[in-house]
């Protein structure tokens, strides 16, 4: 066994060791902060799950409609023009809503391209390089009550764009033949 791998699989059980002897020479009740950590944890779960429900219905929604094919439609091109590949839309449109609905779409892409190709080498890196914006702030800005979003939205959706841009642009330098 290699020495990383050594490493790699004391580092989760030696960090909770450490974890619970400073909390022990601090005088904390271990077990008892853990418990109400629980707790809290499980009414946030509680809390946020009205928001994961409608999100998963949006998104149904949005692929059973045909409004993914639409955008897919409108978009092509102007991916066409920017040298991106049509199968990578539905990815670019999905990553922002679902984490979970643009790994399917992630693999749809790796089934048909391959993981070696360049398109899915493209649509590797932008699964990776970009934020779930919409669940971000359907979920976590619901749970705790911010209802203006409009900032965080324009800025959330930038990012986005770049980040697809981006994952274009390297994957070409460094994975497109010459």
């Given at each position: ?23 022990y ?73 679902s984490?979970t ?11 048909v ?26 979920v ?39």
């Amino acid at each position: 066994m290699s020495v990383i791998k050594i490493l790699s699989n004391a580092s989760i059980p030696f960090m909770i060791l450490v974890i619970c002897l400073i909390g022990y020479v601090r005088g904390v009740k271990i077990y008892d902060a853990f418990i109400d950590g629980a707790k809290e944890g499980l009414a946030t779960a509680v809390r946020i799950l009205p928001f994961l429900v409608a999100m998963f219905v949006a998104i149904g929604i949005f692929r059973a409609s045909g409004a993914m094919s639409l955008f897919t439609g409108l978009l092509s091109p102007i991916a066409r023009l920017l040298g991106i590949s049509r199968d990578l839309l539905p990815l670019a449109i999905i990553r922002p809503l679902s984490g979970t609905g643009s790994l399917e779409v992630l693999s749809d892409i790796l089934k048909v391209h391959g993981p070696d190709s360049l398109t899915g080498r493209m649509a590797s890196v932008m699964q990776a390089s970009c934020e779930t914006t919409f669940y971000v702030l359907t979920v976590y800005f619901g749970a705790v009550g911010i209802k203006k979003i409009r900032h965080t939205l324009l800025i959330g959706l930038m990012a986005d764009i770049l980040a697809f841009a981006g994952a274009v642009l390297i994957c070409r330098a460094v994975f497109a033949a010459p």
